[in-house]
């Protein structure tokens, strides 16, 4: 793959490029830089998307955002999908489960093949973060999937595996540059003084999914400080961003859904225990620097779950009459 990092260029401002190797010249792109780092512009329009699973539909979504007048595309994961090959869908996989890195490498290229994904990243800039099928549905850290054959320094390996094809095939710079099963994918991307993007990895550090994932009622556990979705140096990085930002906008850029929602029909009261809410002492933490540290407009854009939702985010859920401190979008599926 080919990471090129151009430097002199103007801010604000469209440019096209093309890559020529040998006998091949690739079709041609277009990309922005953002605006300069004390430019109040008027506007930012944005796409964000998440959930591509090849098998299970088409991507008409990407056609209808490429005939937008947008700025840039934000993808909060699931951008591949890991599992075999199955009969009875739409598309069909290319392979076995993926495991190694050919393996990863070959299914990056089958979803990059389809022409309407093509064209929305040949029509403005990305902003990535992954969620758990870059590697294994809901994994957490060097923790596998439960049901998962693959454990222990094996299932390093395959993380290792997974997030060099990652860095390989997204727009991602050098600073990004996974090391074994290691990568820095958390960042801050400015729009001017507009908006500040946070984007955050919610799988790389944090604990095990508390009462072994799925659907739980609420417990005394999901209120241990030891519980983190961000690792403490995410967390720490965050808050200080968020406090030194300048921008009227604060957007987190994330996977999971971070408000607490009841999710069957009567008692008890049941929580995702791979969302936010499995790992409630840390959202309450987080919520909590929003209000006392009056953070300036928090948005949450989120994906994972296939359906579309508008949440205010509460500061203390268990209050009635807590004040509410961000709001947040959850996006269906591509």
């Known amino acids: 793959s080919v990471h090129v990092e151009v430097e002199g260029l103007r801010p604000d401002r469209w440019y096209w490029y093309q890559f ?56 909060l994961g699931d951008y591949i999908y890991e599992g075999a090959a199955r009969d009875g869908h739409i598309r069909r996989h290319n392979s076995a489960e993926i495991v190694t890195l050919d393996d990863y490498r070959a299914r990056y290229a089958l979803y990059k093949l389809d022409p309407a994904l093509q ?4 029509m403005a800039p990305w902003i990535v973060t992954w969620d758990d099928h870059e590697v294994q549905n809901n994994y957490a850290a060097d923790i596998p999937q439960a049901s998962s054959k693959i454990t222990g320094a094996d299932f390093l390996r395959r993380r290792a595996a997974a997030y060099q094809a990652y860095f390989e095939t997204m727009p991602l710079r050098r600073t990004q540059l996974p090391s074994g099963p290691d990568m820095l994918l958390y960042r801050g ?19 095990d999914q508390p009462q072994g994932d ?27 961003g968020l406090e030194r930002s300048p921008a009227t906008w604060n957007i987190l850029a994330q996977q999971v859904m971070m408000a607490r929602v009841d999710l069957e029909k009567g008692d008890p009261v049941m929580h995702s225990m791979d969302q936010w809410p499995g790992y409630e002492f840390e959202r309450r933490r987080v919520l909590r620097h929003f209000h006392e540290k009056k ?37 269906t599926s591509i």
């Open 20 to 75: 020529k190797v040998g006998g091949e010249v690739s079709p041609r792109g277009r990309t922005r830089t953002m605006p300069a780092a004390n430019a109040t512009p008027e506007r930012l329009r944005f796409a964000f998307a998440s959930c591509q699973h090849y098998e299970t539909g088409l991507y008409t979504a990407y056609e209808h955002m490429v005939r937008e007048d947008l700025d840039l595309i934000v993808h």
């Open 295 to 331: 953070i300036k407009n928090p948005v949450v854009l989120t994906g994972d779950i296939h359906s579309n939702w508008a949440n205010e985010l509460v500061l203390d859920q268990d209050r009635p009459g807590s004040p509410n401190v961000g709001v947040e979008f959850v996006g």
């Open 189 to 207: 991307l400015n729009f001017g003084r507009l908006a500040q993007f946070h984007v955050l990895d919610t799988r790389q550090y944090r604990t």
């Open 214 to 240: 799925g659907r739980k009622p609420s417990s005394p556990i999901l209120m241990d400080p030891k519980g983190t979705i961000l690792g403490a140096r995410q967390r720490e990085w965050l808050s200080t």
């Open 119 to 122: 064209a929305a990243h040949a």
